[in-house]
């Protein structure tokens, strides 16, 4: 496990309403996705990968409808109205760390004052609410996706994912993306390795299960 580090990406969902809901009636458009071009530098250390804030991370935000392949209906928090617009992020690294897991009300005050030159470019619209995902905050993950250190031997994902055995048949295995020697990081990785891990007892098994549609929707999966 020495040879192995976690990375940090966090999802953040942003609840934006108009400021007066007679304007929709007026033809002011629907909400865009948001494309954020930083063109002043972040105030403070340039040193400081906080520097400006964790809303510095944000690159854009795109509209999550239900149409959008966000999976918005499933994964808005409980008690948002499916009413507004939801904009989705997503951060990597210290800004990720900064958000997981910490309280709506203090995500919403920085993002409106981290974001307000942006805002001002949409006086129609107001964000209301924010939530962050909390992978990384989470003591149960400490992450949200694996890597190995630039020391580790080539055949490290190979021995992290060796059975524990007994009388020659593998008794505890190991799947999880960070098994994967290709897909480590990903979620056909993770896919893939659970399926090696079935494989894996079968055969020790000696047993052969009749499902020619089972695993027909993994042969598609490839290392993002």
Known sequence: MRHFACGAVEKIFVSVERRRPEAEEGGEGELPSLHLLWTEPARGSTADPLAG???????????????????????LPSGWSRSRCVLVGWLTGESARAVSGRPSRELLRELEAGLAPFWRLLPSWRPVAVHATSWTANPLFGGSYSYPRPAAPADAADRLAAPLACGGLPTVCFAGEATHTRCFGTVAGAMLSGEREAERLLTAWDMHVEDPEGSRHLEHLECS
């Not at 804030?53 to 209906?73: F, N, P, Q, V």
Request: net charge neutral.
């Open 53 to 75: 804030g964790w809303t510095r991370g944000l690159y854009s935000l795109h509209r999550a409808d239900a149409s959008s392949g966000e999976g918005a209906a499933a994964s």
